[in-house]
């Protein structure tokens, strides 16, 4: 059973119960990746936070809708020992063909909605064309706005860990339609 408190003054998210090794996670000093693009050019932005050390991953996933920005997240907790090549693989296999057919399989915790957030976007630019591997004709392809985003994520005690709060940058595309 989890029961979550939140608590506004000080950015805090807690779960009850623990069944999961407790892992004390920063992000200040991770690998980070983020992917924007797919085969066929800009596609819903997803950012990878890689804690090797401590076998988890953090994954936060940017939509567009009815005219504003959302992120939500979930923190890919690995069995002890997988390390950075086996989360990596899985990494991959999360935004690409599935290249990696055995791939490690994480306890998926999902953060409340409240605790990720975007702080911040501003357009920065036009895109015409696909952008990933498949060329598309200039008259044919979409246009995208390219946004530069602020997202802010709230300290959190759950279940099997703890996270930082941080703030970082990224960027997300919207599409716009035909190019004319």
Known sequence: MKILLTLATCGIIAATTSTLKARD?????????????????????????????QDAVLQL????????????????L????TGADGMGKWINNQHSCG??????????????????????SKLVGVKAGGGGRVELDPAQAPKFEDYALKIQVSELKM???????FTTDTGAFVKLGPAS
């Open 99 to 120: 290249l990696f057919p055995d791939v490690p399989k994480p306890t998926t915790v999902a953060l409340p909605a409240e605790a990720c957030m975007v702080m911040e």
């Open 78 to 81: 690995f069995k002890e020992g």
């Open 159 to 165: 279940e099997g860990f703890r996270l930082k709060s």
């Open 25 to 53: 996670l920063d992000v200040a000093d991770v690998k980070k990746q983020e992917i924007r693009y797919g085969q066929m050019g800009p596609r819903d932005t997803i950012v990878f936070y890689t804690f090797g050390d």
């Open 61 to 76: 996933n940017i939509k567009h809708a009815e005219g504003k920005f959302s992120v939500s997240g979930k923190m890919q």
